[in-house]
């Protein structure tokens, strides 16, 4: 089984999404070209959608629509959390099954 993964490409300013080749080099799977990327970026996909039909990957922002609560997806014990601003893990098939959500960005690009 295959993972699909998202990095930060180093040669400009544009994310790559593939199969994870190196600790920091991505397959893209639109082209088949391998790129070099910023490891810090590299992030798994959780295997989820939002609301608005967007792949959630680890270290994305996600917001409820509705509470106008906030998490951060990360991976605790081998399983993708939704983390809170006080920094509790909520299981995220229970956020995504209760909220209403949508992806607004990841870690790396938040100012």
């Known amino acids: 089984m295959k993972y699909l993964f998202r990095g930060?490409?180093?040669?400009?300013?544009?994310?790559?999404?593939?199969?994870?080749?190196?600790?920091?080099i991505i397959n893209d799977i639109d082209t088949s070209r391998y790129y070099k990327v910023d490891?810090?970026?590299?992030?798994?996909?959780?295997?989820?959608?939002?609301?608005?039909?967007?792949?959630i990957f680890e270290n994305d922002i996600l917001k409820d629509t509705r509470d106008i609560e906030y998490y951060i997806i990360?991976?605790?014990?081998?399983?993708?959390?939704?983390?809170?601003q006080n920094n509790y893990e909520?299981?995220?098939?229970?956020?995504?099954?209760?909220?209403?959500?949508?992806?607004?960005?990841?870690t790396y690009e938040a100012e």
Do not use: Q
């Not at 930060?8 to 920091?24: E, I, M, P, T």
């Not at 490891?39 to 792949?55: A, H, R, V």
């Not at 990360?74 to 809170?84: A, E, L, M, N, P």
């Not at 909520?90 to 990841?106: E, F, P």
């Open 8 to 24: 930060k490409r180093l040669d400009c300013d544009k994310w790559v999404f593939g199969y994870l080749a190196d600790k920091n």
């Open 74 to 84: 990360k991976i605790s014990r081998g399983r993708f959390v939704c983390v809170d």
């Open 90 to 106: 909520w299981d995220i098939k229970a956020i995504l099954g209760s909220a209403y959500t949508k992806v607004i960005g990841n």
């Open 39 to 55: 490891e810090n970026t590299i992030g798994l996909w959780s295997g989820y959608y939002d609301d608005f039909n967007m792949k």
